[in-house]
């Protein structure tokens, strides 16, 4: 079992930073991949960022790219993501999320709120 826990989130103006954080403890020892996924009000849940655990190849969607940036630091087992230039449309929960044995995400943090005044 992976328990992944967020931190970072926060209410920012338009424009400007938040740096959000997951670490992981547990059974991590098969993880293919962490990533960002995020909720707006009304909205379905949508990917935001991945990172493969083994090479750290990178995934970003459309929406967040040239803003966004996923990094990871395997010695601590923790996933980031640096958010900037960020949009009132950026607001939503954030949830963390590892793909243990395979591809597909099977575990989930509590999401952290990340709110953006304009």
């Known amino acids: 079992q992976v328990q992944l826990v967020e931190s970072g989130g926060g209410l920012v103006q338009a424009g400007g930073s938040l740096r959000l954080s997951c670490a992981a403890s547990?059974?991590?020892?098969?993880?293919?991949?962490m990533g960002w996924f995020r909720q707006a009000p009304g909205k379905e849940r949508e990917f935001v960022a991945s990172i493969r655990w083994s090479g750290g190849r990178t995934y970003v969607a459309d929406s967040v790219k040239g803003r966004f940036t996923i990094s990871r630091d395997n010695t601590k087992a923790t996933v980031n993501l640096q958010m900037n230039s960020l949009k009132g449309e950026d607001t939503a929960v954030y949830y963390c999320a590892a793909a243990l044995g395979g591809p597909a995400y099977n575990a989930w943090g509590q999401g952290t709120q990340v709110t953006v005044s304009s």
């Open positions: 547990g059974r991590t020892f098969n993880t293919y991949s």
